[in-house]
């Protein structure tokens, strides 16, 4: 499986390692990797002892420094060992470093070149530190699909208005043409929706407004990092706040058919109201759960071991713009990557 690699992937939330849980293990593009906390730092290195190829992350941490649990080798972050309780360090008792760091409430990990690794390279989600912690909804779910089925359910949301009747669909995306642009390296697409009625989840925050105008934007970063904003105004210019909604979305592959989702929500309106943070993110949650994730793994089942949707020749709609405007970028950057790695 070809993995874009020179390229900033999310590992987890900051959140998920602590004192009681300094380790954490994921397998990021196949590769199993271990992360922990190196002083102000994050260690991650390839979750496996050189030895007997015991998982690192059964081991332990003392002032960034990773000791396995099998035989007591222990590790730096560079992936160097610096204690053999039996002896002199052997010269092959080493283990791949990746470049790591934390960055807006997430763990990153660049998976390709190490001197290609600038921090500044990953995708500006500003959006979650800036906001109160009262109005964060961050999550996690492991999706039983290849990474770019995830991005198509989001640079395509004209399926809100069948998949998620019951929750976020105002009935009025599929019957707007979306706008799609490219912004460098980065794809944006909008779909600017008038005079709808408000959708179930937000009627109990807009007042006695009707009707509203809705501005959904998303834009994607490679290779599955998204900022997602919905901006709400009462129709016809009518005197009433502005609602923001922001949401990132960071698909990172586990497998050629399995992904790390990691999501989180915030707003600019009732900032203190914890019971309407715990509502929207239940919500949330449940649409996810029960709505997408279902439905993206049954189009895997159904696509087999295949993973290129462009490759098998589908019927395109009008909303298709976005998502495959993606899919054919990420493309051409593979290629680029390539040969890049062949000059």
């Known amino acids: 499986m070809k993995y874009l690699r020179n390229r900033w992937y999310v590992a987890g939330w900051a959140s998920e390692l602590t004192a ?13 990797i271990v992360f922990f906390r190196n ?3 994050i260690g991650a290195l390839r979750d496996q002892c050189p030895h007997r190829f015991a998982p690192l992350r059964l081991g332990s941490v003392t002032e960034g420094i990773l000791q396995c649990p099998y035989h007591g080798l222990a590790f730096g972050a560079d992936g160097e060992c610096v204690r053999n309780p039996q002896g002199p360090v052997p010269k092959a008792a080493r283990v791949r470093a990746y470049p ?8 990153w990990v660049w998976m390709g070149a190490a001197e290609m690794a600038d921090p500044a390279r990953i995708p500006d989600f500003s959006c979650i530190g800036a906001a109160p912690a009262t109005v964060r909804t961050p999550g996690y779910s492991r999706v039983d699909a290849h990474y770019e089925l995830l991005n198509d359910n989001l640079m395509d949301l004209s399926h809100v208005d069948f998949l998620h009747r019951s929750t976020f669909s105002q009935g009025s995306l599929s019957a707007v043409r979306p706008q799609v642009s490219v912004q460098g390296e980065a794809i944006r697409i909008l779909w600017n929706v008038l005079d709808a009625e408000p959708s179930v989840i937000n009627k109990p925050h807009i007042g006695d407004v009707k009707r509203i105008d809705i501005d959904t934007e998303v834009v994607w970063h490679a290779a599955g990092n998204m900022r997602l904003s919905i901006t709400m105004r009462p129709t016809g210019g009518a005197s009433g706040p502005a609602l923001l909604i922001q949401g990132c979305h960071m698909m990172t592959p586990e497998s050629a058919t399995s992904t790390h ?3 989180c929500g915030t707003r600019n309106f009732a900032v203190d109201d914890l ?5 929207r993110a239940k919500i949330a949650r449940r649409a996810f759960d029960e709505e997408d994730k279902p439905m993206i793994e049954a189009v ?14 589908p019927m395109l709609l009008g909303g298709d713009g ?5 899919r054919r970028a990420l493309k051409e950057m593979l290629a680029a990557e390539e040969m890049l790695r062949l000059s």
């Open 20 to 32: 009681e849980a300094p380790l954490l293990g994921r397998t990021i593009l196949d590769e199993p």
């Open 39 to 41: 002083g102000p730092g």
């Open 100 to 107: 790591a760091c934390e960055a807006h409430s997430m763990l």
């Open 261 to 263: 989702y990691f999501h």
């Open 275 to 279: 019971a309407m943070t715990a509502q």
């Open 300 to 313: 895997q089942r159904s696509m087999g071991a295949d993973t290129d949707l462009l490759g098998c020749h």
């Open 322 to 326: 976005g998502a495959v405007r993606v």
